[in-house]
């Protein structure tokens, strides 16, 4: 079992920046592939950004890509999601989940689930 928290949520102005940060607890980060994900209102959660165990293993929705990056510090057990050009509609409330396996998954299919941030961007 793995226990995720998430925190760096907040209300910015468009253009602005988060980092939002999602640490574990329970299992050591390294042996997980870990993504981020997002829900806006009346919306389906949708993928975001997800990193695998094998170096360069990347992969972004389109709709962040240039502006999101997806890191993890395995000795800190944390898992990172900077945003840049923050735009109104990245509002949505950020899950970061987990899952047994190498390669990234761009899918829900995640083992482990976070209770989510919320992310407000204004115009």
């Known amino acids: 079992q793995v226990q995720l928290v998430e925190s760096g949520g907040g209300k910015v102005q468009a253009g602005g920046s988060l980092r939002l940060s999602c640490t574990a607890s329970g299992r050591t980060l390294s042996t997980y592939t870990m993504g981020w994900f997002r829900q806006a209102p009346g919306k389906e959660r949708e993928f975001v950004a997800a990193i695998g165990q094998i170096v360069g293993s990347i992969s972004y929705a389109d709709s962040v890509k240039g502006r999101f990056t997806i890191s993890r510090d395995n000795a800190k057990n944390t898992l990172y999601l900077q945003m840049n050009s923050l735009k109104p509609e990245d509002t949505a409330v950020y899950y970061c989940?987990?899952?047994?396996?190498?390669?990234?998954?761009?899918?829900?299919?995640?083992?482990?689930w976070g209770q989510g941030t919320q992310v407000v961007v204004s115009s």
């Open positions: 989940a987990a899952r047994a396996g190498l390669w990234v998954v761009t899918t829900a299919n995640y083992d482990y």
